[in-house]
């Protein structure tokens, strides 16, 4: 079983719909993290979180840590939201640089 | 600016032929990593710096090397490369500790005939 997984691995909406992309993870974990990875392959940080909630623009992204699991919102979705979504987590087992990743969750949204 | 760099961004090569990843980062960042991209896999991480001349293999080294003689530069190398190193390869850095944001690079496809 992976440490993180996220669901759903492939979601498709119409343009307006409201999404949401769920990350559960096994580890204890210091941070979590959101990424964007748009068809032409760059990732892009879209949030870092150790709890509570954020919002950006249209997203929001939620953590609880005692459920050990995340959600991404976006709102009023678009056709420029179209990309694969990442969650990573920084695991309080390591001392260092490491990350790790759920597979993506790939995002079409049609006009 | 702030970016991380990657060159090259393309790269088709043949098996056993040595070959260099640039990546640098122009924010004065203590950690920098490399990460492999395959399909239903996800991100796996190569190698990690926690600083100048301190490196660590992160789940996947196996043929691969890394270096971080100055702080805003950490070449990838490949010394014999082969056709299951065919990736998608990213570059990140971060500042030092557990909750700032990871900057990643363009990435660079290789592909090894």
């Known amino acids: 079983k992976n440490e993180v997984e996220q669901s759903p691995q492939n979601l498709t909406a119409q343009e307006g719909e409201f999404i949401t992309i769920n990350c559960s993870y096994s580890v204890g974990i210091s941070a979590l993290h959101w990424l964007q990875q748009h068809p032409g392959g760059g990732i892009v940080s879209l949030f870092m979180l150790s709890s509570g909630k954020k919002k950006h623009g249209r997203l929001i992204a939620t953590i609880n840590i005692q459920e050990k699991h995340s959600s991404l919102h976006i709102t009023a979705s678009h056709p420029r939201d179209s990309a694969v979504y990442i969650c990573a987590v920084r695991s309080l087992a390591f001392n260092t640089d490491k990350l790790i990743f759920g597979t993506g969750t790939r995002l079409q949204v049609f006009p | ?113």
């Open chain 2, 1 to 113: 600016e702030a970016q991380v760099t990657q060159n090259p961004r393309y790269l088709i090569t043949v098996t056993g032929k040595k070959l260099t990843v640039t990546c640098s980062q122009n924010m004065n960042h203590e950690y920098m990593s490399w990460y492999r991209q395959d399909p239903g896999l996800g991100l796996r991480q190569i190698y990690y710096s926690m600083n100048v001349e301190v490196t660590d293999k992160g789940d996947v080294p196996e043929g691969y090397k890394v270096s971080r003689k100055e702080k805003r530069n950490f070449p990838l190398i490949l010394e014999s490369p082969s056709p299951n190193q065919t990736s998608l390869y990213f570059c990140a850095s971060s500042f030092a500790g557990k909750a700032y944001e990871q900057y990643f690079g363009p990435g660079t496809r290789l592909t090894v005939t």
